[in-house]
């Protein structure tokens, strides 16, 4: 599918997302996925949307007074938790190209009376930001949803808006062996950020070409979540069939294919 047609997609299927009615299910799969009740209970309850595979606040190790950047901040779940970590004055910067999510994450903003966050309407692969903006960029199952021709794009703007020093700390989901190809052209898959997932050998490489290189500039680990976690979230999200039968879902074990990775990375 051409990128184009992919970023359409993805922006309708989040836009609509923003507007779906919170359910229990939002709160398992992210807790599932390293969400603590207290992380949850400190922030409006419709930043989260059910849609994480890991928690990067978390593996972030934030700092008072840094900025943080949040490539893909969709209801603001980790923009909001980012800025509690870094305080007053501090920043936590969200970057979302769905103008209804952005909505949604600045009304959940607000109701968090969060003053240091704030958030600017564009696509992670060309971020209107000046270079050196962020001591720290964090991202959530977001990068597996660009188009396949763009990816290094985002990675490059990673290396670009970090300072000096600067980490990247992000979930994602990556696969492990090829899909079959059934999984690889169900859109509802790719939306759901199983379909358009890159190799961890392909991770490795964005991030090196970016600029991350040397001994230890970047790690990859595999937290070993259950990704099947996501099957019923899937048949909940407005809008959404999959292409394949609902038996043949049932019988589809996402893990085989895929897995929850933590990818951290250092700038020179």
Not at 141 to 162: G, H, I, S, T
Request: hydrophobic share 40%; net charge negative.
């Amino acid at each position: 599918m051409e990128p184009n047609k992919i970023y359409d997609l993805v922006q309708a299927h989040y836009g609509e997302l923003a507007s779906k009615e919170h359910t229990r299910a939002e709160e398992n799969v992210a807790k599932a996925f390293g969400y603590k009740a207290s992380d949850l209970s400190s922030i409006p309850l419709d930043a989260n949307l059910g849609v994480s595979c890991g928690n990067p606040v978390a593996l972030a190790n934030l700092r008072k007074g840094e900025i943080v950047i949040d490539l893909g901040s969709g209801g603001g779940i980790d923009v909001l938790l980012a800025a509690q970590k870094v305080g007053p004055k501090g920043k936590a910067i969200g970057v979302d190209m769905t103008k209804s999510m952005l909505e949604l994450a600045r009304k959940n903003a607000e109701k968090a009376d969060a003053s240091n966050v704030s958030f600017v309407e564009a696509s992670i692969t060309s971020v209107p930001l000046p270079d050196s903006t962020a001591s720290c960029i964090i991202s959530n199952c977001v990068v597996n949803l660009v188009p396949a021709a763009d990816k290094y794009l985002a990675f490059n703007e990673m290396f670009r808006l970090l300072t000096p020093g600067g980490r990247v700390a992000i979930s994602d989901i990556l696969i492990r062996k090829q899909l079959p190809e059934e999984i690889a052209k169900d859109l509802s898959l790719y939306v759901g950020c199983i379909a358009g997932a890159s190799y961890v050998y392909e991770y490795e490489e964005y991030l090196h070409n970016a600029g991350f290189k040397g001994a230890y500039h970047v790690l990859i680990v595999d937290t070993q979540k259950d990704l099947n976690i996501y099957k019923g979230i899937f048949q909940d999200q407005p809008g959404q069939k999959f292409e394949l039968t609902e038996e043949e879902v049932k019988e589809l074990d996402f893990n085989e294919w895929a897995g929850s990775f933590e990818i951290y990375a250092l700038k020179p």
